[in-house]
């Protein structure tokens, strides 16, 4: 358990880091910027090996039971946060409506997933996420994250759409042999 907590930790501590400009600032100014991303994407690696490591060998020790139709709202969930991730990563008029659509997908991911699992392992890194997802936004807002100006044709939904729709189709088929567990 102590891994995944220090796993959580790491990543939401490194990810926050931005909010702290000045500290931020100074630790480029002493290392360089070409280090300092390499040490943020080492220490965010290192974190997610530590929160495989710590849910795979933590005990599953229940806290509450998912309500049965918890799996449809999680399938409908992981659509939409699949459809978000690729959205942060195309352009799209999700940015036009929302300045973090990639914080947003990982909100829902760790949401999604407290709707079909209830155990104490599953609250530490899904709503741990879930809230450095949010934490994460309120820190781009104090920094000046700006929505999309511009607004694009409608068809410049249709590839984020397509990318989640199959994301979430390869994930399903997956998701036992990367997690062990069926979806369905």
């Given at each position: 358990?102590?891994?995944?907590?220090?796993?959580?930790?790491?990543?939401?501590?490194?990810?926050?880091?931005?909010?702290?400009?000045?500290?931020?600032?100074?630790?480029?100014?002493?290392?360089?910027?070409?280090?300092?991303?390499?040490?943020?994407?080492?220490?965010?690696?290192?974190?997610?090996?530590?929160?495989?490591?710590?849910?795979?060998?933590?005990?599953?020790?229940?806290?509450?039971?998912?309500?049965?139709?918890?799996?449809?709202?999680?399938?409908?969930?992981?659509?939409?946060?699949?459809?978000?991730?690729?959205?942060?990563?195309?352009?799209?008029?999700?940015?036009?409506?929302?300045?973090?659509?990639?914080?947003?997908?990982?909100?829902?991911?760790?949401?999604?997933?407290?709707?079909?699992?209830?155990?104490?392992?599953?609250?530490?890194?899904?709503?741990?996420?879930?809230?450095?997802?949010?934490?994460?936004?309120?820190?781009?807002?104090?920094?000046?994250?700006k929505l999309q100006p511009?607004?694009?044709?409608?068809?410049?939904?249709?590839?984020?759409?397509?990318?989640?729709?199959?994301?979430?189709?390869?994930?399903?088929?997956?998701?036992?042999?990367?997690?062990?567990?069926?979806?369905?």
């Amino acid at each position: 358990m102590k891994y995944l907590i220090l796993g959580v930790l790491i990543f939401a501590g490194v990810h926050l880091l931005p909010t702290f400009v000045g500290l931020r600032a100074g630790i480029i100014r002493l290392i360089g910027e070409k280090l300092y991303q390499a040490l943020v994407a080492l220490a965010s690696f290192g974190s997610i090996g530590l929160m495989v490591v710590g849910f795979k060998h933590s005990e599953m020790l229940d806290i509450y039971h998912p309500p049965k139709w918890g799996h449809l709202v999680t399938a409908v969930l992981m659509l939409i946060s699949l459809t978000l991730f690729a959205a942060s990563h195309m352009p799209t008029n999700i940015k036009h409506y929302t300045r973090h659509p990639m914080l947003w997908g990982l909100v829902l991911w760790g949401v999604a997933h407290l709707f079909a699992n209830g155990d104490k392992s599953s609250i530490i890194l899904f709503g741990g996420l879930a809230v450095y997802g949010l934490l994460g936004m309120a820190s781009a807002n104090l920094r000046g994250a700006k929505l999309q100006p511009q607004t694009l044709p409608w068809r410049a939904e249709v590839k984020p759409v397509l990318a989640g729709v199959v994301a979430y189709l390869v994930l399903v088929l997956l998701h036992p042999y990367l997690f062990g567990v069926s979806v369905y």
